[in-house]
């Protein structure tokens, strides 16, 4: 009897503290995923991140001037390229052609690199319509998506044409395409993420005040369309459902250093299990991993 009852304090109390998805009782939202590893402050203010298809990961690494490497598991730098090329890029992304697209925003251009033997070369440039690009996509239709964080837009380009655009972005940071094929922009100076079609039409729009957006940077969206967010202003990371529920957030709105803390978090990106974020402000990356019970 004391055992049973013993048992099921302990589940009571370790289901109001332990870690879980979603609100407690008193609506206070929970961390979505644990902190497991950060990287040494290698970097100088990392903005987007990818894993590239060689299983590295790919930085943006805004004041180094470069796009830095590093270990996917130890998250050791590694290598890096483009410090001849890039001015303070942004974001980089990878094509279906294993092409490097890279929002170059100081020289106000997508920059595109070929990786062959282990050297980066850039090889197309595109700059139509776009002024200190901030995001940079990718689209499995072949299209590449731009934001242009000085002209307060979104461009797309087709065989390095740019052939349709959306206005009204302003200061608009990350571009990302979700499974269905659209595209979600951090909107920040307007304090929300917009959804589009692949045609740039306005799907959906997240500015209810229950995200307390104070400044939209970068984002990823998983396999079930969920979204995450850095806000780096607010120093949080917010995890949204697909139909626009905000179930979870890390970080307390204040800077710092450590588990559950960030300094400017701009970077995002899923793999499985693992949230890869760039911890802006404390030159690092770090690796959250999900919160599964
Ligand atoms: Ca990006
Ligand atoms: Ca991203």
């Known amino acids: 009897m004391f055992g049973k009852l013993s048992a099921s304090i302990f589940f009571i109390v370790f289901a109001a503290v332990g870690p879980a998805v979603g609100q407690t009782s008193s609506g206070d939202l929970l961390p979505f995923a644990t902190f497991d590893q950060a990287s040494e402050a290698v970097l100088n203010d990392p903005h987007d991140l990818v894993i590239g298809p060689d299983n590295r990961i790919y930085v943006a690494d805004k004041f180094a001037n470069r796009i830095a490497i590093m270990d996917k598991e ?135 005040p229950v995200y307390g ?25 917010l995890l949204i459902e697909k139909d626009g529920t905000l179930v979870g957030v890390i970080g307390d709105g204040l800077p710092g250093v450590g588990p559950n803390k960030f300094d400017d978090p701009e970077g995002v990106d899923i793999w499985g299990p693992a949230y890869y974020f760039a911890d802006s402000d404390n030159n690092r990356i770090v690796r959250y991993l999900l919160v599964t019970n």
């Open 74 to 208: 130890t998250l050791k730098l590694v290598d890096s390229f483009g410090e001849s090329d890039l001015a303070s890029p942004h974001d980089v992304d990878f094509d279906a052609r294993g092409r490097v697209i890279v929002a170059d925003t100081g020289n106000d251009r997508v920059a595109i690199f070929e990786l062959r033997g282990g050297k980066a070369q850039l090889v197309e440039s595109l700059s139509d319509g776009i002024f200190r690009p901030e995001g940079a996509v990718a689209h499995p239709n072949g299209r590449i998506y731009a934001t242009g964080s000085g002209t307060g837009n979104i461009v797309a380009y087709e065989n390095g044409k740019l052939i349709a655009q959306a206005t009204g972005l302003s200061g608009a940071h990350d571009v990302e395409v979700d499974r269905e094929g659209n595209l979600w922009v951090a909107d920040t100076f307007n304090q929300r993420v917009v959804k589009f079609s692949p045609d740039l039409q306005e799907l959906q729009s997240l500015n209810d």
């Open 213 to 237: 957006w104070l400044g939209p940077r970068y984002l990823d969206i998983d396999k079930a369309g969920r979204l995450v967010v850095a806000d780096q202003d607010a120093h949080r990371i």
